[in-house]
């Protein structure tokens, strides 16, 4: 039965962002060819093909995949996707063994009463589990980008340490686009947070939330002014701005 699950497609130049309930994923349009960034929870394995449908192509497009970092709710639908298709998976080196699951850098069972609190924490809770978010997710094809620069990737991607939401988070600068897709490292919003705007993801998701922090720089000063972001809609402006009203909290409360 395909998915009844909405898209919501915004479109910079030659770069999109697709948000279906709790996910986001970013897909990058070079010619016929195209570069995945991220892939939602296991379920959504199949929102991402008819995502790359809608914009005009087919899942064989896809000449590589990037991931940002390999929490459940970006790896889910790439390791589906996989079951599947033969595509390159390419992430930063520091964040390989993590997609591997060799160890797992990732909320559990034992810290989900911390968000339980938060409105609109239960029915987060509720629509993940529905999404996979309890099957587990592994990527044992993941491999490291070796460039410090544009990638061999379509779009001529440029990776941006962002280390912090997980050691080996990284962003991604679309420069013919001006897109930086950020991953969880700068939101502008998410089912448990009361703000909407640039933000951090309340602490309980970060590994280390001072780390994060300081990767901000680096999104800040990157030759941009469009935020296609993990969670939450698309961000026009200064990141420059941004980040500061991230880190002062100056946000706008959600209705």
Known sequence: MPSLRELSITRVENTYLVRCGHANWVLVEDGSDLTLIDGGYPANGGDVERSIEQ???VIE???????THAHIDHIGGIADILTRHDIPVLMDPLEVAHARREYLQQLGPAKTPL??????APKW???VIGAGALKGAELPQAQAFTEDCALDVPGGIIPIPTHGHTDGHSAYLVPGAGVIASGDALVTGHATSRVAGPQFLVCPFNHDRTATDEALGNIASAPAGVLFPGHGPAYEGSLTTAVEQARDGRTRMRP
């Open 55 to 57: 914009i005009g192509h």
């Open 61 to 67: 497009d896809v000449r590589s995949v990037l991931v």
């Open 115 to 120: 968000l339980l609190w938060r409105r609109g």
């Open 125 to 127: 809770l509720f629509d």
